[in-house]
């Protein structure tokens, strides 16, 4: 097990360094000088030159990133060009959104979508399967950000029920922060459980068939016993890719969320990055997301390897 | 064989918006270029059928040409993501187990790390936004999964005895992947690729309606509903028109590959008897 | 203990089962015997009350005075498991994965309230214990696949016999097993039956395991039962013609025509055959295994030899390089007076073909017949301009119309995918094949019929074959040498008769006293 994690730990290292390489390539290399690009065409030269020196552009390719990533692996992420205040900071204040909104959303997704989808799976081929069936397919063909905009016309603006978006801070209360992340949270779970369930139904159908659930029906369990003993472990672990899988999806998602409810979050940071031209903002941030999704991947590959005895001991 | 009820529905609607797309490089009922300001925010009428927006432009004739830009989009990055992706996962699979496969394999997690919509941003921070950005980002996020749904789909066919067979009969891998493997993971391939669609026409809207996708004039579904969240308060009417079109097509779409999986998976057949 | 009276079962309509009755009796084994499709799996589920969803079910089981077939769903829980417990024919995938071993057992107790939890790993580790995985060899923290699929068959025997059940039911229990360990859980289920006084319903396609388990036998053909009745005098008697045909079938042999020896045609020395180390990170291996070890042999033009062995003995591995598929690490194959490797001459590969075991998976689904059978014409420099007519011809000297030229592989059964097979192998007209296990999936009659065709095509072809099969008896019928292979050497190799009468190798010995076969004198009546 040991050695299992610490093999995959090694790919994670890999994959986070081949991926800082391809990050840099686009935002410093690709542009040509970076400083020029982000100033736009109108720039004093004089300014550039100051850029330039702020960004440490005139050293080689190779010094320039490892400065960069020297950097990032050690929490200085650099000084946003047009917020004038450390990358770091502004990650700190966004992450307090962005986090909760995706976790709320993911607990959201996670809690409605088992249960439903096990429903469906044991009353296969019933009204209530088909019923079922037939919401999620329409939750998954809704967009997210079209769902947060009928969220707001009924709950916020025809109910009142919660305000129309802004996020009051946590100083507010843990009550008041959470109503305001609530809506955007329904917003970002509707289609990721809806994925979800489809994926507990067909995993656990699946699972049903197999011939260690007859095994069990012949030692004398019930349907249910069976299901509940047998079946949902071996079933749930597919689920949990996908699980791992949909929080990429979550944290891309968060970001248009974060702009239909103008929420601070890093979502509307990146955003602002980049109609502002600070690249400096939005290469660490990218390299951020791009950090949380590898990270995501190597705890659900270390949680399967939890739940399956049989990856334990391969690798 | 019984053909699924799913997939007599899906490919209706995907036909109606495909035909709606087609129709509307010859036809509109106005021009969706032309901004008309003394008729803006007008409810149905004869003239306009579904209304019209903040400046006058006819919101049905919107709807037609942004199905245009959404096919386009969705076509482009699921042909990119198969043109590249089924090679890949072809030649992954026929070298099974090789140092190629393990940088294939590894390429694809490390692209898979960089989600759609975190590619269209790294793409737009440095070239500004378009549609072919779009394309391009939905695209290249195309390509891991055309190459995993390829090499697992192979895998199981390389141990059958007929791929064993074609090799006592001398021929090579290369020719082996294109008469054996591929015609028997096309139904494979068609069903993720319908699926890849919904999910690019879902991906474009987004990215149009964060700015990152097509750029005025060019109409697209996710500006539009953009545009109307400003007025959401006065005419809720103008968000409604784009996300039912987006749900339709995207319903439509799912449908029928649901209804193709079923169609073609041996084990469902089986049952059906 | 359990009579089944006029038991009927239909599923979607489709008869299954018509009017079955068998009468099992306390403390004896039954075997019920029968080919595919026969029905035999279905009465057991029945009696078990798990049938597939849409079974609809007539008829009565009768276990003391209670009918099971009207027993509600929660008293049947307690009778599985308890009373009656039941093994299947798959162990690799009749245990629960994720769940160790003594988990396993123990909750057949749990479940039934027989035992706390602590009692009933107490009472698993004796049951393990008693099915020959001692907890200081085989902890109850192992998980299934730690296990071979011998030891997991005993993981499953000792969950259903956990209760002590007055009848088990062993549906297919060794048909998924090699013939050693067949005879282990085959004696193991005897000396179960002996300690605990209760019942065995075996179920098998293989008259000599029945012959040699069983006090009263069931023979079951469409859904029927032909004939039944107390083993040895039914075995004697044979008055149905079915159970007469079945055992002629099981018995068969092909009529050989020894064919003058010539030179050799194929010749292999010291080879050695490797699987690289499973890969470690990106550039690691670790150590390679070595499937195939110094092996030495020659085959003669027109001549049959046989190469038997247990699963994972290497004889696919050197079938493949026989073909020339993969390259050798060490030794030599020649054949034609070539060396045989990745590189072969495409006009020299042409005569070596084969025919591989399954019909399922030897044809691509997508291909009319015509196209498959001419695949091997793809090593000819141009294809012949009559390649339709020798297809035709191919089809014909397999006993199959030529119009199957014109149909998918979807429209044959196995049998006739077989020929289909062997047609193929054919197409090139070539000097050997290589039959790898080509009868093992077929039922016996079936098989006895490929058998005779194989016989036939090598007097007018004058073919050599290599005969690679697990079953003795078939080799033995077939052959006119014999290897015996085992972890990857030729143990002993010799004339078949020979060896098969006075085997030389201890393992050889163990392979044939392991092979179940029917007394020889209870055929005498027949051969009379």
Excluded at chain 2, 77 to 99: C, D, E, H, K, N
Excluded at chain 3, 229 to 258: D, N, S, V
Excluded at chain 3, 417 to 440: F, G, H, K, N, W
Excluded at chain 3, 461 to 478: M, P, Q, T
């Amino acid at each position: 097990m040991l050695r299992f994690a610490l093999t995959r730990a090694l790919s994670l290292a890999l994959s986070l360094l081949v991926a800082s390489v391809v990050i840099f390539a686009v935002i410093e290399v690709i542009p040509g000088d970076p400083a020029a690009f982000m100033l736009g065409l109108n720039a004093s030269p004089e300014a550039v030159a100051a850029l330039r020196e702020q960004m440490g552009l005139d050293g080689t390719l190779f010094t320039r990133y490892l400065a960069w990533f020297g950097g990032m692996l050690t929490g200085d992420f650099g000084v946003s060009y047009t917020y004038k205040v450390p990358v770091a900071e502004l990650v700190a204040q966004r992450l307090q959104v962005s986090v909760p909104l995706a976790l709320y959303a993911l607990v959201l997704s996670t809690v409605i979508a088992i249960p439903v989808g096990v429903i469906a799976a044991a009353t296969r081929g019933s009204v209530g399967d088909y019923g079922i069936m037939g919401a999620t397919q329409l939750g998954i063909a809704v967009p997210n950000f079209w769902f947060a905009m009928l969220l707001v016309l009924v709950f916020a603006v025809t109910l009142r029920w919660f305000s129309a978006g802004g996020f009051p801070g946590w100083d507010a209360g843990l009550w008041v922060g959470m109503k305001a992340l609530t809506l955007p949270a329904v917003a970002l779970a509707l289609p990721q459980a809806s994925i979800l369930a489809r994926v507990m139904r067909s995993a656990l159908i699946e699972t049903l068939g197999q011939d260690y659930i007859r095994t069990a029906r012949a030692k004398g369990l019930t349907r249910r016993q069976a299901t509940v003993r047998h079946a949902l472990r071996n079933a749930l672990i597919p689920v949990l890719t996908i699980i791992g899988l949909q929080f990429s999806f979550l944290l891309a998602g968060a970001i248009i969320i974060e702009n239909v409810f103008y929420l601070p979050g890093l979502g509307r940071l990146i955003f602002q990055g980049i109609t502002q031209r600070d690249l400096i903002v939005v290469e660490s941030l990218v390299m951020l997301l791009v950090f949380a999704v590898i990270l995501v991947t190597f705890l659900v590959d270390i949680a399967y390897a939890a739940a399956d005895p049989r990856l334990r001991r391969k690798r | 064989m019984r053909v699924p009820a799913t997939l007599i529905a899906g490919a209706i609607l995907s036909t109606f918006f495909l035909v709606v797309a087609l129709a509307s490089f010859i036809w509109t009922p106005h021009d969706v270029a032309a901004l008309n300001i003394s008729d803006k925010l007008q409810a149905p009428s004869a003239t306009y059928w579904l209304g019209t927006d903040h400046f006058g432009r006819d919101t049905l004739s919107m709807l037609m040409v942004g199905a245009r830009t959404s096919l386009a989009v969705a076509i482009v990055a699921v042909g990119i993501g198969i043109v590249i992706g089924v090679p890949l996962g072809l030649v992954a699979a026929a070298t099974r187990g090789s140092l190629l496969d393990e940088i294939i394999m590894r390429g694809n997690d490390l692209v898979f790390a960089f989600p759609s919509l975190v590619i269209a941003i790294l793409i737009t921070a440095v070239f500004g936004p378009s549609a072919v950005n779009a394309i391009l980002a939905i695209g290249i996020f195309n390509i891991p999964v055309f190459a995993r749904v390829t090499r697992g789909g192979a895998l199981s066919l390389w141990t059958l005895d007929y791929i064993l067979a074609a090799r006592v009969a001398g021929k090579g891998k290369a020719r082996i992947s294109i008469e054996h493997v591929l015609p028997n993971i096309l139904n494979l391939l068609i069903v993720q690729g319908t699926i890849q669609f919904s999910l690019g026409i879902l991906a474009e809207a987004a990215l149009s309606y964060i700015g990152l996708g097509a750029q005025p004039p060019t109409p697209s579904w996710g500006r539009m509903l953009s545009e109307a969240q400003t007025m959401i308060y006065s005419a809720p009417r103008l968000a409604m028109w784009p996300g039912l079109a987006i749900v339709a097509m995207v319903l439509g779409l799912n449908l029928m590959g649901d209804g193709l999986r079923d169609l073609t998976d041996p084990r469902l057949r089986r049952e059906r008897g | 203990m359990i009579r089944c009276e006029d038991l009927s079962v239909s599923i979607h309509g489709e008869a299954i089962l018509r009017e079955v009755s068998i009468d099992i009796a306390p403390g004896k084994v039954t075997g019920l015997v029968g080919e595919s499709g026969s029905g035999k799996s279905m009465s057991a589920l029945a009696i078990m009350g798990l049938l597939p969803r849409g079974a609809e079910v007539s008829g009565r089981v009768m276990m003391g005075d209670e009918n099971l077939l009207d027993t509600p769903e929660r008293r049947m829980c307690d009778i599985r498991g308890n009373r009656i417990g039941m093994i299947f024919q798959e162990p690799m995938t009749a245990l629960n994965p994720v769940k160790t071993i003594g988990d396993q057992v123990a909750e057949t107790l749990i479940v039934h309230g027989k035992a706390s939890r602590a009692e009933a790993r107490e009472i698993a580790a004796e049951k393990l214990t008693r099915v020959g995985l001692p907890p200081d060899r085989f902890p109850l923290s192992r998980f299934p696949h730690e296990l071979s699929g011998g030891q997991r068959q005993r993981v499953a025997i000792a969950t259903a016999i956990a209760l002590s059940p007055e009848l088990l039911i062993a549906d297919e229990p060794t048909t998924a097993l090699d013939v050693t360990t067949q005879a282990q859980i085959l004696d193991l289920l005897n000396e179960l039956v002996d300690e605990l006084g209760m019942s065995l319903l075996l179920i098998t396609h293989d008259l000599a395991v029945v012959a040699g388990m069983a006090d009263h036998v069931a023979v079951m053909k469409e859904g029927e039962i032909v004939e039944a009745g107390a083993t040895e005098p039914l075995f004697r008697a044979m008055e149905h013609p079915y159970t007469k045909r079945l055992f002629a079938a099981t018995a068969h042999q092909p009529e050989r025509r020894p064919l003058p020896p010539e030179d050799p045609i194929l010749d292999l020395t010291d080879v050695v055959r490797e699987y690289p180390g499973p890969r470690k990170g990106v550039f690691g291996r670790g150590d390679p295994f070595r499937a195939v070890n110094a092996v030495s042999f020659q085959l003669h033009a027109g001549e049959s030899l046989g190469l038997v062995g247990e699963s994972g003995c290497g004889k696919s591995t050197l079938t493949r390089a026989i073909l020339g598929l993969d390259p050798v690490q060490g030794g030599e194959i020649r054949a034609f007076d070539h060396r045989v490797g990745p590189d072969f001459p495409n006009a020299l590969r042409s005569g070596i073909q084969v025919v591989f075991q399954d019909p399922y998976a030897s044809f691509n689904p997508r291909w009319r017949v015509e196209r498959l059978v001419a695949e091997p014409f793809h090593l000819m420099p141009a294809p012949p301009a009559d390649r339709r007519e020798r297809v035709a011809q191919v089809l014909e000297d397999v006993g199959l119309n030529p119009d199957a030229m014109d149909r998918y592989i979807h429209e044959f059964s196995g049998g006739q995918r077989q020929r289909i097979a062997i047609a193929r192998a054919l197409i090139t007209r070539p000097d050997l094949i290589v039959l790898d296990e080509a009868v093992s999936a077929l039922d016996v009659s079936i098989r006895a019929q490929i058998l005779d065709l194989i016989s036939d095509l090598q007097a007018e072809h004058k073919l050599s074959y290599i005969f690679i099969s697990h079953d003795l008896s078939v080799v033995r019928a077939v052959t006119d040498r014999v290897m015996v292979m085992k972890a990857g050497e030729i143990v002993e190799a010799g004339v078949t008769q020979t060896v098969f009468d006075a085997p030389q190798h201890p393992y050889t010995r163990q392979l044939i006293a392991a092979t179940p076969r029917i007394p020889e004198d209870w055929q005498e009546a027949k051969h009379a």
